[in-house]
């Protein structure tokens, strides 16, 4: 069974207990303004181009076979759409300039990498998170690999919106150990807006996931002028008063990465680029504070 990731980063200390290995898959069903990872939205390769690193030797040009590169005005330009992600010009290019993000792994392949950790995760106390994207968005590969780390005794972690279908959670429960959920805005219509899916069957997952008894802990992203209102953290609240069994809320101070949406040519909405203030973090921890929970700044 294949899957296509973007990243694995080893020797992680977030994202999980102890020392982690976080495998990073591809594709998303929500488009979330501030998302610290647009290069795994889309499930496919997609070419990322770096302009402090171009020298102008057109060999990326020549060597196109789709005739999807060019110059302008000196401004370097892909043709997306012309773009087969075949990845012969970022081989052509000397500097690394360009850069294919994506690219499909057997499970098998993947176990094999993450069983080199396997004594660093005994030590530690660690293991493997899937993150993404949205590690739910390819069920039957997260599912496998989930499967074959359990098999190994590897703590398994995944990190999710958990925008997917009651049917596909439940295949994959048995297999994690900890959920951490983010839960970014309340109300509906706000989250329509600044995600494009509805918050529904997310709220209803999570509160699967708490009746059931999972390890979940919550994380909230903290997104100036979005997430941060009064309303929607007071909102926050509420609703995770009603949950029995969340102990702990992680926040997540928002990140500008401007630059990455430049580097795959696409749009970036975030109206804001400074992260929310020590003071506001603070206000947003003695509240969550206050119904009795475990709240730490960062995962």
Not at 218 to 234: A, K, M
Request: charged residues 25%; contains cysteine.
């Amino acid at each position: 069974m294949d899957g296509i990731i973007f990243d694995v980063q080893r020797y992680a200390i977030h994202d999980g207990p102890g020392v982690r290995t976080i495998v990073f898959l591809k594709g998303c069903p929500l488009r979330c303004w501030w998302c610290q990872n647009p290069e795994g939205i889309l499930s496919k390769p997609q070419l990322m181009y770096f302009k402090s690193k171009c020298i102008h030797c057109h060999k990326c040009i020549y060597s196109c076979p789709v005739d999807a590169i060019m110059f302008s005005d000196d401004e370097h330009y892909i043709d997306r759409v012309k773009c087969i992600e075949c990845k012969v010009c970022v081989e052509a290019c000397p500097t690394g300039a360009l850069k294919l993000v994506g690219r499909m792994v057997s499970v098998e392949g993947l176990i094999r990498d993450l069983e080199r950790d396997v004594l660093l995760y005994d030590s530690s106390n660690g293991g493997v998170t899937f993150s993404g994207g949205e590690p739910l968005f390819q069920p039957e590969f997260l599912r496998e690999a989930l499967r074959r780390c359990v098999e190994l005794n590897i703590h398994t972690c995944i990190e999710t919106s958990g925008y997917a279908s009651r049917s596909v959670l439940e295949s994959i429960t048995s297999y994690v150990d900890l959920f951490l959920y983010d839960l970014k805005l309340v109300n509906d219509e706000d989250h329509r807006k600044y995600t494009g899916v509805s918050n529904r069957i997310i709220k209803e997952n999570l509160k699967f996931l708490v009746e059931k008894g999972e390890n979940v802990v919550i994380r909230f992203p903290v997104i100036p002028t979005i997430t941060d209102t009064e309303e929607n953290v007071f909102s926050l609240m509420e609703f995770l008063s009603l949950l029995r069994g969340v102990e702990e809320v992680d926040l997540l101070p928002f990140h500008d990465v401007e630059e990455k949406y430049r580097y795959l040519g696409v749009e970036y909405k975030m109206p804001i680029h400074n992260p929310p203030s020590r003071e506001k973090l603070i206000w947003i921890k003695e509240k969550l504070e206050g119904l009795g929970l475990y709240v730490k700044v960062g995962g």
